[in-house]
């Protein structure tokens, strides 16, 4: 009720302030400041939930502490949720860079528009005799990989019908010139 909770001190409702704590608060409120912090309150019952609190002094007869308190469980929830969720991405990535970069198989990861490298692993530098320097940042046609430039436009176009296109034969130049005689697989993914 109103009149127990105003027979109550800071303390009695956060159990996270001790006196000396509420005392170093008054302190930088007495100093002008207002404050904002995230606490938690305890309720009638002994449980806690957090919150936040914006408080500044109010000098009238006498000096008074006035502080606008905020329930953030929901805020608190999402945050933690967000913080799994960027935990396991993190895994996930870190899963997905392992198989990435140690694959036998030769990936690459490229803009379906300009066919522009954003990454490739060690297997697609020996395919292609380039280094992954020389590779991010330009499109297969500035590098002269398709034997027949024109085939690009070919499997854009069926890779946008399709969605996938698998088990492509085609040749490819290497930086030495070679001709080199590969399999394809082409899957899109969404990133960013």
């Known amino acids: 009720t109103r009149e127990e909770f105003l ?5 009695d409702i956060d159990p996270l302030v001790t006196l000396p704590v509420f005392m ?16 938690v309150h305890r309720r009638k019952d002994g ?5 936040e609190v914006n408080c500044r002094l109010v000098r009238l ?3 008074y502490v006035l502080a606008i308190v905020r329930d953030i469980t929901e805020r608190k929830r999402t945050e933690e949720v967000r913080e799994q969720l960027v935990a ?21 990861i490229t803009t379906v528009k300009e066919g522009r490298f954003l990454d490739v692993n060690k297997q697609a530098e020996i395919l292609t005799g380039y280094s992954r320097e020389e590779l991010i940042g330009r499109t297969t046609l500035e590098m002269n990989l398709y034997v027949d430039p024109t085939e690009r436009a070919e499997i854009v176009r069926s ?18 010139g070679e001709i080199r005689t590969a399999v394809f697989s082409l899957v899109p993914i969404q990133m960013g």
């Open 47 to 51: 449980s806690t939930f957090p919150i």
């Open 159 to 176: 890779l946008n019908k399709t969605g996938l296109l698998t088990d492509l034969e085609r040749q490819i130049r290497t930086k030495s």
């Open 88 to 108: 396991e991405l993190g895994e996930s990535r870190s899963r997905f860079e392992m198989f990435f970069r140690q694959t036998p198989s030769a990936i690459s």
């Open 24 to 39: 170093q608060y008054m302190t930088q409120l007495r100093e002008g400041r207002a404050m904002t912090l995230e606490t």
């Open 7 to 11: 027979s109550l001190t800071v303390p």
């Open 61 to 63: 007869d006498r000096e």
